[in-house]
């Protein structure tokens, strides 16, 4: 059998990504950046889900947000789009997610966020406007924050292009040895 057909299809953790530990990816911080002042809000950050520890993390952020503040996945609003890969409005925290981390941990009442997808297609974070009081999203911010995480996703997608690449060197440089 041909030896690429025996390798095994490699899936890549979070912190093979690198968007869970380490200095938050470059990409990710000025896409926050351009985030905030195009939508005009208070903050804006990427947040990565980590499933297996149960957290939201932030991971780049903007303003008030500190990057590494985590909780638990079950009291985020934003992390409800785990189960779609469409963007979620939240106007007014205190009437739509009345347990939102974002709120009770970040002091957020206003969230906008798109999904940030990994290799294999599904959520693996979220790009999320947010805003220290109640505020009406428009379709146009709508479809510029899903736009903009498109660009975070080409990050994250590139990255594991990178580590596939190192992989496989270090086979072929020990199957040479």
Known sequence: ???????ALR?????DLGVLHGP????????????????????AAFFVFDALAGEMIVRA????????TTYPLHLSAIASMTESTDAIAIGDMSKDASEAGERSVLGMMAALAAPVLGPDGNPLGAL???????????ELHKRSLI????????????????RT??????????SHS
């Open 11 to 15: 899936h890549f953790t979070l912190s």
């Open 61 to 68: 952020a903007t303003r008030q947000l500190r990057v590494g």
């Open 128 to 138: 999320a406007a947010l805003d220290n009081k109640p505020r009406a999203w428009s």
């Open 147 to 162: 736009d903009l995480a498109y660009l975070v996703t080409q990050e994250i997608t590139l990255h594991a292009s990178f």
């Open 24 to 43: 938050p990816l470059k990409g990710s911080v000025i896409v926050a950046d351009v985030v905030r002042e195009a939508l005009q809000t208070d903050s």
């Open 1 to 7: 059998m041909d030896p690429e057909k025996k390798r």
């Open 165 to 174: 690449l190192e992989i496989l060197f270090a086979e072929r440089k020990a």
